[in-house]
């Protein structure tokens, strides 16, 4: 086990009804709050109206900024910038999923930023100082509602960039299982996807003695699992979206990295690159690329693979080398996967190899990708091609 | 799932030599710091030393308060509360195992407190404001370094209490598994056996659809099976001290009672009365008492216990009834406790049945005891007189 810092300042209010505590988060009345969303669903689902009732009752002075993209894009973090300096906003409230919760965030650190906000996310400048946020959840998938990592896009560079700061955690996050009823099928298999990858970039650490955080990891991927399925049967079971959603949660609020090396985010990165250059859903992006990453790791080394197998898909392992049981795995996850509706590889989207080259590059946006298995461009070329 | 509020402000520094990290906590030099300790054993295994060094950094002015007993009492509270005040402390450091910190969140809470301690520790005030305290824990046991409760016993009327505030979480812990080295075989069993039964306490719940808690649970329960044996075997082993002292931590610190409705705590109040009248170790008592509450509460409602047989002590339980699996369950912990050196009845302590119903008398300190199974004093009794 690695030495470790536990340390999660978000008030995670996670429950039917729970929005009544937007008033106890405000505080005081009369705040000037920013309210933050994306396309506009939430007008039509009952959540701003929710949102909006607790604000009016603490007479809260509220600007709006909607339109936040699925992919947010830096233009978008900078004219919330200045709405914040221009109303001196003391409040961000974020209403939506990771995308509007990511840009809330870039907002935050920005506004007592002088420079361009783009040098934070490039890491390039340290924050000093953010203005306060809260979360609504209205999608469970990224996790972003209980940590501090921010994904922003600059689309005239076609850079889709990850930040952390020790800033960026929510101070309170409202997490309704309710509010995602309407979630679309494809939405809710997409947010599957991306917390099932966020547990499984985990899972592939390289520290040794770390079984309770290893069991922890299990312990979601099995929940999910089990879950998953019985939701998109019902997508107004509150049972399974409060399942789902708490899972997408701890999933990635810091957790199940406790103790080891934190895992290996390659996938991740160049999923990013993908969705950069051919603004797809994120989930969509990981549910092609990541059986191929598995695969290709799997050949130096299948042990942890072979574990996963074994734990989290019940592959019996009588009779079969380690490599075996490790395909078998990685092929039981490509197909639940599957089974879900979630895309097999990137001809469904209509993706082919003419960019290819550019994807690679896209993917070396760090220096290093990949601390289970170092990539390199022909690695990420390999996986790209396999995923095609 | 029940609606919960996830949140804990304790920052958890863990790993070999994070005992720097108190220079870090400390902030300013120059701080007025109670150090509470207990019997004295810190200065013989090096942690006196270790954290006198931090604060002699700091330029730290340091009041000490040793003696804490290991069921700490209100009069030590009390002595620890007169020396802030006296002394004008600016930070409690406790330096020892759940006594010490147990002892420290009372003093922390009473020195703003004009009243009587006690009240806040029976319930009858509500503190409203508190010293800040941190801790360097050097038993793993009772996760008092990760959460807001603490016990404090009321030795004239052999009264052993419970409370919690929400001003009682340590601002941090520092947590360094060496620390623990020298901590005897006894009382790491006792420790073992303090953290098992928290798991679970908070196992036997009524909430339904809890299918991920319920995993992390049986992941705590199974990865101190796992370790227990092994750092018997050599209690220098830092890799075993880390995954029970990090076990330790988490089987408390509010994670695994998130959406129930927290889990039966009735073999606790049984156990809390047991140690008021004969002061014997906390863990000892709880080896005794609990797989007998456990074998009470099956006879009405196996499925839990069967859940737990299986799932954890990996019971088959083809062609066996539900009670049949619940018991072969319970006996394998009953078991797996002895096999590590812990009591299998009172008489190993000398206790016979001379003060049974002073016992059952302490054991409803509370209007109510348990949820699972709501006790009776008659089913106090039995559950005793089966430990006899």
Same mark, same amino acid.
């Given at each position: 086990?690695? $030495? ?33 969303? =994306? ?11 929710? %949102? ?26 900078? !004219?919330?910038?200045?709405?914040? #300096? ?12 990771? *995308?509007?919760?990511?840009?809330? !965030?870039?907002?935050?650190?920005? %506004? ?11 890491? !390039?400048?340290? +924050? ?68 099932? *990858? ?20 299990? *312990?979601?991927?099995?929940? %999910?699992?089990? @879950? ?6 019902? /997508?107004?079971?509150?049972?399974? #979206?409060?399942?789902?959603?708490? @899972? =997408? ?7 199940? $990295? $406790? ?6 985010? @390659? ?31 799997? &050949?130096?080394? +299948? ?22 049981? @490790? ?6 996850? #490509? ?23 550019? /994807? ?8 290093? %990708?990949? $601390? ?8 990420? #070329? &390999? ?6």
């Amino acid at each position: 086990m690695q $030495s470790f810092l536990q340390f999660n300042p978000t008030k995670l209010w996670f429950g039917k009804g729970q929005i009544e505590q937007l008033t106890k988060e405000l505080g005081t009345p009369g705040k000037k709050v920013l309210l933050v969303f =994306g396309g506009g669903s939430i007008k039509n689902n009952g959540v701003y109206e929710a %949102v909006k009732q607790q604000l009016d009752h603490m007479q809260a002075e509220v600007y709006e900024m909607s339109g936040v993209e699925p992919n947010p894009r830096l233009t978008t973090v900078k !004219k919330g910038i200045e709405l914040c #300096r221009e109303h001196g906003i003391e409040l961000i409230l974020a209403v939506g999923g990771g *995308s509007v919760i990511d840009c809330a !965030k870039a907002i935050s650190v920005g %506004v007592y930023y002088e420079g361009d906000v783009w040098d934070i996310i490039t890491r !390039k400048a340290v +924050p000093a100082k953010a203005l306060p946020f809260g979360t609504v959840l209205t999608i469970a998938a990224t996790g972003s509602e209980m940590n501090n990592i921010s994904v922003i896009t600059h689309w005239d560079k076609n850079e889709k960039r990850g930040w952390s700061s020790s800033l960026a955690y929510p101070a309170f996050s409202i997490l309704d299982p309710e509010f995602t009823y309407s979630v679309p099928l494809d939405q809710t298999v997409y947010g599957i996807v991306d917390m099932m *990858s966020h547990v499984l970039e985990q899972y592939f650490h390289l520290t040794e003695n770390t079984p309770m955080m290893d069991r922890f990891m299990e *312990s979601v991927l099995l929940t %999910v699992i089990e @879950a998953a399925p019985k939701l998109l049967e019902n /997508l107004h079971s509150y049972e399974h #979206r409060a399942t789902i959603m708490y @899972a =997408g949660t701890t999933a990635f609020n810091g957790l199940l $990295s $406790s103790g080891t090396d934190g895992g290996d985010w @390659a996938s991740h990165q160049i999923e990013h690159g993908l969705s950069a250059v051919y603004d797809i859903p994120h989930g969509g992006g990981l549910a092609i690329i990541y059986p191929n990453w598995m695969r290709h790791c799997a &050949e130096a080394d +299948p042990s942890r693979m072979k574990k996963l197998a074994m734990a989290v898909f019940g592959v019996d392992g009588a009779g079969k080398t380690d490599h075996e049981i @490790a395909y078998e795995g990685i092929e039981a996850l #490509r197909q639940f996967w599957n089974s879900l509706g979630a895309p097999n590889c990137l001809a469904d989207y209509n993706i082919s190899d003419a960019r290819l080259e550019e /994807l690679i590059h896209k993917s070396f946006m760090k220096e290093q %990708v990949g $601390s289970y298995k170092i990539m390199t461009r022909d690695t990420v #070329r &390999e996986i790209l091609t396999n995923s095609l």
